[in-house]
């Protein structure tokens, strides 16, 4: 069974494609805060026509300023919780930012072996070639000190 991955989860994003989705998620998180501001302002103009309504009187303009409050209310309740929720799944995202730029600055030493190699002329892969190297020159130092022991001093 596949596990879902979630809105806020950065795992596979470098530290710049994490910081543009976190943005993306606050850019949101904003214009749902000005939704919400005027929901707010437009519920207070409504809550005035409803108080205005009933000090006159007017029972079916009280009523239909009730409805339009209450359908506002609700709204702007929905709005609240999705805000809420962008709120909580940025403050995950950043707790992340931490770890995301501290894989990236890592060093993979394997990685690093094989670069080396590569900037050498060699292939990766080629470890035996470089021991068998290495015991050649080794060899080769060992026989010219013993030719140069048998020819004796000069």
Do not use: C
């Not at 590569?118 to 060992?142: N, Q, T, W, Y």
Request: hydrophobic letters at 45%; a negative charge.
């Amino acid at each position: 069974m596949e596990a879902k991955m979630r809105d806020e989860d950065l795992r596979g994003m470098d530290g710049d494609a994490a910081r543009d989705y976190i943005r993306n998620y606050i850019t949101t998180l904003k214009l749902t805060e000005k939704k919400l501001e005027t929901l707010d302002r437009d519920l207070a103009k409504w809550k005035g026509r409803l108080d205005l309504a009933r000090s006159r009187g007017e029972a079916a303009l009280a009523a239909a300023a009730e409805q339009e409050a209450a359908r506002i209310e609700a709204e702007r309740a929905a709005l609240a919780a999705e805000a809420a929720a962008l709120r909580s799944q940025i403050e995950a995202m950043v707790r992340q930012l931490p770890g995301i730029a501290a894989r990236e600055r890592s060093v993979d030493p394997d990685l690093l072996e094989q670069e080396l190699l590569i900037a050498l002329g060699r292939s990766p892969g080629d470890e035996a070639a470089l021991k068998a190297e290495a015991e050649f020159k080794r060899l080769d130092v060992e026989e010219a000190l013993a030719a140069l022991k048998a020819a004796g001093p000069r």
